[in-house]
């Protein structure tokens, strides 16, 4: 609406005009309290503070993020290790007892190579002791495949403690990891 159509406008405006032109010229002095200084100090002083606790703030959210952050990478950082570790552990017990095959096989083949040289050498000048001596040379070879049997049971053994022992350090990790409640985050206001 206009000023024409309504004439509480019009009022309105006669009434500032009037009150301007009584400002203009009865009023030229500018009120200025006494502590008018001391008041605008203590508001910019009072702004300060207010930024300084907001960047406070700001920073303490800053570190609590990183520290969620920090423990988060941590948890994943020691089950990647332990992850690790076990694999090499694993990789060390297949490497050992692949060695120590080799060289089971190895002893054997040295052992039944002297044995059968001295055996031809036996056999020409002791024909009785002969079979003796190969009835041993079985005896050995059965006994030496005995304890290479006896040898890869306790191996297999071995690997099925071992993965006993893997399989329960993951479930104990894995329920002190649901047992585990996220830490509350503190609001600073």
Do not use: W
């Not at 990789?91 to 002893?107: C, F, G, K, P």
């Amino acid at each position: 609406m206009t000023e024409e159509e309504d004439p509480d406008l019009r009022s309105r405006q006669e009434c500032r005009d009037i009150l301007r032109a009584h400002l203009k010229f009865n009023c030229s002095a500018v009120y200025r309290p006494r502590n008018l200084d001391e008041i605008n100090e203590r508001i910019r002083n009072h702004m300060t503070d207010k930024e300084r606790i907001q960047n406070e703030m700001e920073g303490i959210k800053e570190l609590l993020r990183q520290s969620q952050e920090r423990a988060e990478n941590a948890e994943e950082t020691a089950r990647k290790r332990e992850e690790k570790l076990q694999q090499e552990f694993k990789e060390t017990l297949d490497n050992l007892s692949s060695q120590y095959a080799e060289r089971e096989d190895r002893i054997a083949a040295v052992v039944a190579e002297q044995m059968n040289s001295k055996l031809s050498e036996v056999e020409a000048a002791y024909g009785t002791t002969i079979s003796e001596l190969k009835s041993m040379i079985e005896k050995l070879n059965d006994h030496m495949n005995s304890e290479r049997a006896q040898h890869q049971n306790d191996m297999k053994e071995m690997r099925s403690f071992y993965d006993q022992q893997f399989n329960q350090t993951r479930q104990a990790y894995e329920n002190a990891a649901r047992r585990t409640e996220p830490r509350p985050i503190c609001k600073i206001m």
